[in-house]
């Protein structure tokens, strides 16, 4: 079972910037896609970014691209997304997931290629 945790949100005015992490469990720490998903107040559920963590490729949304960056740390087996310029509409509650090991990153960032999902990390963007 892999357990994922995510932390490091707040609120952030517009324009700021703000780097959540997903702590994946030790023993489960493998070559894998992982996701940043998020699901904002009255909206549907949202991928975002993915990166492979065998080789770094990466993906985004068009709703990211060029504001959000999705990195890894091997040694401590966690996932990042450091995101600026924020907007408003970028508060939302963020989740991380995980694909099954071995498993590349599709070319868009798509729930059903996910097994496992964190609690979620909450991101309020104010004006």
């Known amino acids: 079972q892999v357990q994922l945790e995510e932390s490091g949100g707040g609120t952030v005015q517009v324009g700021g910037s703000l780097k959540i992490s997903c702590k994946v469990s030790?023993?489960?720490?493998?070559?894998?896609?992982m996701g940043w998903f998020r699901q904002g107040p009255g909206k549907e559920r949202e991928g975002i970014a993915s990166i492979f963590t065998g080789g770094e490729k990466t993906v985004y949304s068009d709703s990211v691209k060029g504001r959000f960056t999705i990195s890894q740390d091997n040694a401590e087996n966690v996932v990042y997304l450091q995101m600026n310029s924020l907007k408003a509409e970028d508060t939302a509650m963020y989740y991380c997931a995980a694909g099954p090991p071995g498993g590349y990153c599709a070319y868009r960032v798509l729930g059903e290629d996910f097994d496992y999902w964190g609690q979620g990390t909450q991101v309020t963007v104010s004006s």
């Open positions: 030790r023993d489960t720490w493998s070559t894998r896609c």
